[in-house]
């Protein structure tokens, strides 16, 4: 079983990181997932017999790495669904892209997820409309590559890839949207912020420490 980085635990969540390049659930592939992994392990530590229930509140792509909220009761993915929806719930990425980009800017596109699987800009009538900020932390002059942080306000499908790639900085290592070089894709999902489904604490959890060739580069 893959090793699990667990992050925080209590009875009503449990806060992990997802590896790059292993689902967030199951597909048709059925290669292992994040769902079945968390499962294994609560299963094994508290030696829980049967089903273990798990809810899956969000997603991230499957070569994207970061991390990850899931609920262990019904009731917390209920209140943690709802903060999704009403956007008091964010993530931060961290990604590399290629080119020296503005120091900070916000995109608004509207995109389509295609039959295909990809993901494109289209107009207000056929796309859902994708907003995005970010700010360079640092530029890489020697390998031309701008370390950014994204703050995500909607999350559609493949959106922080799409819509950098469709403004001519494609995120590295991104073999669906940039250059194929069979690398890992630069895109770290590095901070995560809600309120506890029961206490409504503010929660927040970051980690840096990131084993990816090109947020290497970096200082973070």
Do not use: W
């Amino acid at each position: 079983m893959t090793k699990l980085k667990v992050f925080y635990e209590d009875n009503h969540i449990i806060v992990v990181e997802k590896p790059f390049n292993i689902l967030s659930q199951a597909d048709s592939t059925k290669d292992i997932d994040m769902l079945s992994i968390v499962k294994e392990y609560i299963k094994e530590k508290y030696n829980k017999p049967g089903n273990v229930y798990l809810g899956l509140v969000h997603r991230l792509d499957r070569p994207v790495g970061g991390i990850m909220v899931f609920a262990r009761t019904s009731k917390a993915a209920s209140r943690l669904s709802e903060q999704v929806r009403t956007h008091k719930f964010s993530k931060k990425y961290l990604a590399v892209v290629s080119g020296k980009i503005k120091d900070s800017d916000t995109f608004i596109d509207y995109l389509k997820k295609e039959d295909n699987g990809n993901t494109i800009v289209t107009d207000e009538k056929n796309g859902k409309y994708s907003e995005l900020s970010y700010r360079v932390l640092e530029y890489n002059k020697k390998n031309n590559r701008s370390l950014v942080e994204i703050d995500l306000k909607t999350g559609r499908h493949h959106q922080i890839r799409v819509q950098f790639a469709s403004r001519g900085y494609p995120l590295c290592g991104d073999q669906r949207y940039g250059k194929k070089d069979n690398t890992q894709i630069a895109l770290y999902a590095y901070q995560l912020k809600f309120y506890h489904p029961t206490t409504k604490e503010e929660m927040i959890f970051e980690n840096k420490k990131i084993e990816n060739v090109y947020l290497s580069d970096f200082t973070l």
